[in-house]
């Protein structure tokens, strides 16, 4: 089970043990597609990581195992996620080129980025261990 199935879990339990029927109505999200995180049979997209932080009232870096702390500031709305990656790109100094040379990130998912396609979980956790931030601050939901 992965890390995000397991706090998921803790958080839905916590939560008055919240079933994924439940969960799936108030969030909007089908039950089934909550069972399949939960054992970890499918990955989650940034979309849904934030609408399940939001309502969890947790960091997304806490939902994807980056941190034990649930939340240390206030939720920020999020920018489109390809104006942000570049924002904290030039922060850091890391070019699209050094970023694409470095790693699997191609053209095409910038591509997909810059047409509004969520990246998935595992692709976040991946960008902000690059970028040396956190998740939340990456997607701009953290300032």
């Known amino acids: 089970m992965s890390i995000f199935s397991e706090r998921l879990n803790e958080l839905m339990f916590e939560h008055d043990d919240i079933k994924s029927e439940q969960l799936g109505k108030e969030i909007g999200i089908s039950g089934a ?3 399949r995180w939960l054992s970890g049979g499918q990955q989650i997209f940034l979309s849904n990581l934030i609408i399940l932080a ?18 240390d500031f206030e939720p920020q709305k999020c920018p489109p ?6 924002e904290v790109m030039k922060e850091k100094g ?50």
């Open 33 to 35: 597609t909550i069972r």
């Open 54 to 71: 939001d309502y969890f009232e947790c960091s997304i870096d806490f939902l994807v195992g980056k941190t034990e702390n649930t939340l």
């Open 81 to 86: 996620f390809s104006k942000r990656l570049r």
């Open 94 to 143: 890391v070019t699209t080129y050094k970023l694409r040379k470095n790693t699997r990130y191609g053209s095409k998912y910038f591509q997909q980025w810059d047409s509004g396609s969520d990246p998935l979980s595992y692709t976040l956790i991946e960008l902000a261990d690059i970028l040396n931030c956190s998740v939340d601050y990456l997607i701009g939901r953290e300032r």
